[in-house]
């Protein structure tokens, strides 16, 4: 059943049951599947990975508005969901602090964040949480791992998506709605938009954790609770504390994750070097934590100890399994296709670049109003208006932060002030006209 194009609340859509294909198993399709799920439609997840749970990704998360949000419209599990940060504050070279700002932010960890959606959306179990007991009002979870989709096919009033798996078994499902929150990399809109590209930004986030106790009195007293940044010429790097194994919150036990922006210029041996794997394998994206080539990495302590400030050297030096993920942009032209039988949300929709701090909030800000929108609670109209001018807005401002911070050599209150723009919540955003227009 595709969607109504009238600019009024979906009314229809309330009072038939529905079934959603989503197609990627990550934070953004399991944001999806639970909102559509908690309004009685069935759910079928799509995940291409070959094992059932993804793999820890060693990653923290600023939990913004939207997530803070998505967690108590759906999470059921009775557990903390992050570690409060309540100082930003900016370090020189020599680890002093030049700037302090009192602000209060939340920081969890994405596999904190995956581990508490699967638990509520199709009850898997876990260290990190109690399964939440079935809402028998709740429609129908399915979650479907190594299931790489191929082709799309209208048919009737659904859509039928084909998907093969990495054993060369091939099938199909069906469902009214296929929503795409599989990344900056869709599958989805490699289909329906061939020609848009995810491109690389010309620098790297190298990334990692270290266990809090495993830090000294100085790095503690710097990221425990405060979330430090400090910039130099073609460098960023920030650091704040995340849960820790299983989720933990107990001090002691939590991580100190750093992000670290530099520079490798497109083409370059450096480049090269750095996301070329222990195996030997280029890696396109991602250096996944555990596989980066120690003799590369061991070239990126050496500069990190010569250009960053103690507090950050040491958090960098000391992290056991150090990723790396290459800088993207990828903005899709629009956020439905085939008369509202295809719906692009998340990344799949806009990549931003992770100065935004904004990605998981935008896959649960898209889930949330999307759901409403099928619900009648907001127009069609309403609907694009606010996802579209989100993605196009935040993807620019990624763009513009990351000019500016890695090849223009700025006074630090600039910076100052990009991030603090850059933590208005959504709703106070004011869209200009070229962000909206659909």
Not at 203 to 223: K, N, Q, V
Request: charged share 25%; aromatic share 8%.
């Amino acid at each position: 059943m595709a969607i109504s194009s009238a600019n009024q609340p979906a009314e229809s859509q309330g009072s038939k049951k529905l079934h959603f294909v989503i197609v990627g198993g990550s934070l953004g399709g399991l944001a999806s599947g639970l909102a559509l799920k908690a309004l009685g439609h069935d759910t079928t997840i799509l995940e291409r990975n070959p094992v059932p749970l993804l793999q820890d990704q060693g990653a923290g998360i600023v939990a913004g508005g939207d997530t803070l949000e998505l967690f108590k419209r759906y999470n059921r599990c009775e557990r903390p969901i992050a570690v409060s940060s309540q100082r930003r504050q900016y370090l020189d070279k020599d680890g002093n602090v030049i700037h302090k700002e009192e602000m209060v932010q939340n920081m969890t960890s994405w596999d904190l964040a995956y581990y508490l959606m699967r638990a509520n959306y199709d009850g898997i179990e876990s260290p990190y949480c109690e399964v939440p007991e079935p809402v028998p009002e709740h429609g129908k979870a399915t979650h479907l791992h190594d299931r790489q989709v191929t082709r799309l096919e209208e048919e009737g009033d659904g859509i039928r998506v084909y998907w093969k798996t990495s054993e060369g078994e091939e099938g199909s499902t069906f469902g009214d709605i296929l929503i795409g929150a599989d990344g900056p990399s869709s599958t989805v809109r490699k289909i329906l938009e061939p020609n848009v590209e995810r491109k690389y930004a010309g620098y790297c986030a190298l990334r990692g954790t270290l266990i809090e106790s495993e830090a000294s009195e100085s790095a503690r007293e710097a990221f425990s609770h405060r979330f430090t940044f400090f910039h130099c010429p073609g460098v960023q790097i920030l650091a704040y504390l995340i849960p820790g194994k299983d989720g933990s919150v107990e001090p002691g036990q939590r991580l100190i994750n750093f992000v670290y922006y530099t520079n490798f210029p497109e083409g370059s041996a450096e480049l090269e070097e750095i996301m070329t794997d222990k195996d030997g394998r280029r890696r396109q994206i991602t250096i996944p934590p555990g596989v980066i080539n120690q003799d590369a990495w061991e070239k990126q302590r050496k500069i990190a100890r010569e250009r960053l400030p103690p507090q950050f050297a040491e958090i960098v030096c000391g992290t056991k399994k150090p990723f790396v993920q290459a800088v993207t942009d990828v903005l899709t032209p629009q956020n439905e296709y085939m008369n509202g039988k295809i719906v692009l949300i998340g990344d799949a929709l806009a990549g931003f670049r992770p100065h935004t701090v904004a990605s998981t909030s935008q896959a649960a800000f898209d889930a949330m109003i999307y759901a409403d929108y099928i619900s009648g609670k907001v127009s069609r109209e309403e609907w694009k208006r606010q996802t579209v001018g989100f993605a196009r807005y935040i993807h620019k401002r990624g763009v513009d932060m990351g000019v500016r911070s890695q090849h223009e050599d700025l006074p630090l209150v600039e910076h100052i002030n990009d991030r603090n723009r850059a933590s208005v919540p959504r709703e106070q955003e004011v869209y200009p006209d070229w962000a909206i227009a659909v």
